[in-house]
């Protein structure tokens, strides 16, 4: 089992920036790509960013490229999630998500484990 922890949601204003913080505990070495995820109310979560073990692919969802970067620091089993210029539409529960894979994928139907969830409102 891969127990995964999301810290760094807050309050932030447009064109603020916040980074996100996910910790891996576990199996760890079983959830080699590591994906954020969100969700707003009333809406289905949806894929943001994701990255391979390496470090060598990373994609994002097209609403968020050019804004948000994904890293990770396996030493750490941490995967981060800077956020900049952020919009209102960005305000959700975002959450970190991972499997055993080599290829990134971009459905959350292909992630085996979750985190809890970490807020982000981004106010107008």
């Known amino acids: 089992q891969v127990q995964l922890v999301e810290s760094g949601g807050g309050l932030v204003q447009a064109g603020g920036s916040l980074r996100l913080a996910c910790a891996a505990s576990?199996?760890?070495?079983?959830?080699?790509?590591k994906a954020w995820f969100r969700q707003a109310p009333g809406k289905e979560r949806e894929f943001v960013a994701t990255i391979n073990w390496s470090s060598t692919t990373t994609l994002y969802a097209d609403s968020v490229k050019g804004r948000f970067t994904i890293s990770r620091d396996n030493a750490k089993n941490t995967v981060y999630l800077q956020m900049n210029r952020l919009r209102p539409e960005d305000t959700a529960v975002y959450y970190c998500?991972?499997?055993?894979?080599?290829?990134?994928?971009?459905?959350?139907?292909?992630?085996?484990?979750w985190g809890q969830g970490t807020q982000v409102t981004v106010s107008s």
């Open positions: 576990g199996r760890t070495f079983s959830s080699s790509v």
């Open positions: 998500a991972a499997v055993s894979t080599t290829w990134p994928p971009t459905h959350r139907s292909e992630y085996a484990y």
